[in-house]
């Protein structure tokens, strides 16, 4: 509509209206809907890896998105994810009032200030100052942070057994 020719790679920082022509500034509310949402691809692997997480771990999804889409990305997870519930669905436009034990994001500012032990940075052009840990895909993800969720699971186990030899 525009004629503009932004590309992913052009998007440095998280406002992407800094990236587009002055009189594309009302992008997101000019083309945000419910069916875009509703009709977004999920990043290749997501569900497989977050499907055997829930398994043995408890997940949430933690948005920042505005109240007249919240409907749109619940049904969103619904289709994804089959072990989703409504329950597992936080909004909160401000995620560092949010604490769990880890964070997975793309947006440098929630990272930077979440109570969250572990920190995760989905890495996008926008973020490539994120010093912490990083990861490019889900799989990657479920490989390298393989021992994170071990650790987790044995604080569990931990927390339920009074003998050492159990642990072993």
Known sequence: ????????EDITEYEVQKFLKPDCENIFTEFMCRDL??????????????????????IYFLSATHPD???????????????YTADMFIVCKDKNLVKGDLLIDDCLDYLKHSPCPHKIC????????????KMTSWTEFYKS??????????????KTTNNIADLI
């Open 1 to 8: 509509k525009y004629k503009d020719n932004v590309k992913i």
């Open 37 to 58: 949402i509703e009709n977004l691809q999920e990043n290749t692997g997501v569900s497989k890896v977050l499907c055997e997480l829930a398994k043995d771990n408890k």
């Open 69 to 83: 889409f919240v409907q749109a990305k619940h049904n969103w997870l619904k289709k994804h994810f089959p072990f």
């Open 122 to 133: 989905f890495s996008k052009p926008w973020n490539t100052l994120y010093t912490g840990h």
């Open 145 to 158: 942070f393989q021992p994170i969720i071990d650790y987790y699971k044995f604080i569990e186990k931990l």
